[in-house]
């Protein structure tokens, strides 16, 4: 079956950087746009950003737009979030996902991992 599997949530500064890591089996992985959103409590999943299937294109929330950084390895099954510049704001729970259309809406995608928690203190 589907699994994706994120890693790499932690604890950190206000300032500070994170690598977030979702690996990924039981799908062919090129044929899937890959994002990731987030969850806070009392609030919605948004979205954060998400890639293409060859990388070629990358979409991103307004609210982390030159400071996360989407990438993704087809031959490792990986997708990637480097959070860099962190405020408290981005503390969540990061949720890897797998659809078939690059779009910030999360209805589209079919494939959601377990989340990691963020927690970036002052």
């Known amino acids: 079956q589907v699994q994706l599997v994120e890693s790499g949530g932690g604890l950190v500064q206000t300032g500070g950087s994170l690598r977030l890591s979702c690996a990924a089996s039981?799908?062919?992985?090129?044929?899937?746009?890959m994002a990731w959103f987030r969850q806070s409590p009392g609030k919605e999943r948004e979205f954060v950003a998400a890639?293409?299937?060859?990388?070629?294109?990358?979409r991103y929330a307004d609210s982390v737009k030159g400071r996360f950084i989407i990438s993704r390895d087809n031959a490792k099954n990986t997708v990637d979030l480097q959070l860099i510049s962190l405020k408290s704001d981005d503390t969540a729970v990061y949720f890897c996902?797998?659809?078939?259309?690059?779009?910030?809406?999360?209805?589209?995608?079919?494939?959601w991992g377990q989340g990691t928690q963020v927690t970036v203190s002052s």
């Open positions: 996902a797998a659809g078939g259309a690059l779009e910030t809406d999360r209805l589209h995608y079919d494939y």
């Open positions: 039981g799908l062919t992985f090129v044929n899937y746009f």
């Open positions: 890639i293409s299937r060859y990388s070629s294109t990358k």
